[in-house]
């Protein structure tokens, strides 16, 4: 199996390579996870010896990028200040790699960038009322598309990683952790999903070459989005939304028609990723639940790509089977099918939780398993996935 935990740079800057090295090799992990290019945030490091708290640049790349392969391209990487300052840590671990250390794969953030986003709006997605949404990237957008298959092609020629995850080459919801986000309403799980719907130049005259008129698909969300903030307390239009999917816009033909054409450039997008990816490098998709939302039709996508990673998030073993079927299902018996958990507390109260879940993946047919993350659980729930992964190793071999 592909056993792998998605891995921050600075956590092994900080804690140092053989450190890494041996506490994978301690759990019974035989893949590096590592993130190569990251969105902003605030991480509480627990076992840095050097801080307890982290605020990573946001919407840089953590591998040194090739200038050629980006000449002449409207939006350019930045290299983050800890590779520049700290090390090559994916060069790093690639040479131990070749030396006979654990396999590399490169976790690599796609659409989510508020820093091109505020440099470049004009590649931000934007809702019915032509707000743009600054952290999400429109993959209808040919400069943004350029920008992510120039990333992997780039990351995948000079550096050779054995996989590559991509993660949101898709569009984004709403509400997404944005600093000192602000909802006097009380949104429901609609009104988000409308309001993350993307009516940009670029996803309208996209649509237009499909035959798809969005302008009058954003006149229907616009009406919608009025509505609900005069209401005087939220009430939903679908109560089985978003467990129902696409249906639930069937009887209004403009809207389900976009909303169905909104998976084409998701899907052409990562087609064009695997076109640029060196041959040796596979390429996966990290899907959540409901991936439909942001665009993401799994069979589709899993045609254009080697594999899937579904994230078992906040799920029950019955949930995490059903999960993992339906994906091998969707993408079909020849490609990868892994699944990601989190390690986090109260998600998981302790080892017994992880193993129930792991082992139910494993049962379904799992052909990997990612654990979330390295440098943000303490020391001791590195345990836990032991136990897990020997849980679910259990489950193969028997």
């Given at each position: 199996m592909h056993l792998s935990m998605w891995t921050y740079p600075w956590d092994v800057q900080d804690?140092?390579?053989?450190?890494?090295?041996?506490?994978?090799a301690d759990a019974g992990l035989n893949t590096v996870s590592l993130a190569t290019s990251y969105h902003a945030g605030r991480?509480?490091?627990?076992?840095s010896p050097r801080r307890k708290a982290y605020f990573p640049e946001d919407g840089t790349l953590y591998f040194k990028p090739t200038p050629a392969r980006w000449e002449g391209l409207a939006i350019q990487p930045k290299l983050a200040d800890v590779i520049r300052d700290g090390?090559?840590?994916?060069?790093?671990?690639?040479?131990?790699?070749d030396a006979g250390g654990p396999a590399v794969s490169c976790w690599t953030v796609c659409l989510h960038n508020t820093r091109i986003g505020m440099l470049h709006p004009e590649v931000a997605t934007r809702n019915a009322f032509g707000d743009p949404s600054y952290f999400s990237l429109c993959p209808s957008h040919p400069d943004a598309r350029a920008y992510?298959?120039?990333?992997?092609?780039?990351?995948s020629h000079a550096y050779r990683p054995d996989i590559i995850e991509l993660e949101s080459p898709s569009f984004m919801g709403f509400a997404h952790g944005y600093h000192h986000e602000k909802d006097g309403v009380g949104l429901t799980a609609e009104d988000d999903f409308l309001l993350s719907l993307c009516f940009c130049d670029a996803c309208l005259a996209r649509a237009a070459r499909s035959g798809i008129?969005?302008?009058?698909?954003?006149?229907?969300?616009?009406?919608?989005?009025?509505?609900?903030?005069?209401?005087?307390?939220?009430q939903p239009r679908w109560p089985d939304f978003p467990a129902a999917g696409l249906d639930v816009f069937k009887p209004y033909p403009d809207l389900h028609d976009y909303l169905t054409w909104r998976f084409e450039p998701v899907t052409s997008l990562i087609a064009e990723m695997r076109e640029r990816t060196h041959p040796d490098t596979r390429l996966y998709l990290i899907d959540l639940k409901d991936g439909w939302?942001?665009?993401?039709?799994?069979?589709?996508a899993g045609a254009v790509c080697d594999g899937v990673i579904l994230c078992a998030y906040d799920m029950s073993p019955p949930q995490v089977t059903a999960l993992l079927r339906g994906g091998r299902q969707a993408v079909g018996p020849d490609k990868f099918v892994g699944a990601g958990f989190r390690v986090f507390y109260p998600e998981m109260q302790g080892a017994a939780d992880l193993v129930e879940r792991v082992r139910a993946a494993a049962a379904a047919g799992a052909d990997g398993l990612n654990f979330y993350n390295y440098g943000l659980i303490p020391q001791a729930r590195l345990d836990w996935v032991r136990q897990a992964i020997s849980a679910a190793q259990e489950v193969h071999l028997g």
């Open positions: 804690l140092s390579h053989d450190r890494v090295a041996g506490e994978f991480f509480l490091q627990p076992r090390g090559d840590v994916l060069g790093e671990l690639v040479r131990r790699r992510v298959t120039a990333l992997v092609e780039d990351l008129d969005g302008r009058r698909a954003r006149e229907r969300v616009k009406r919608w989005i009025a509505e609900t903030c005069e209401r005087e307390v939220p939302l942001g665009g993401c039709d799994l069979a589709a």
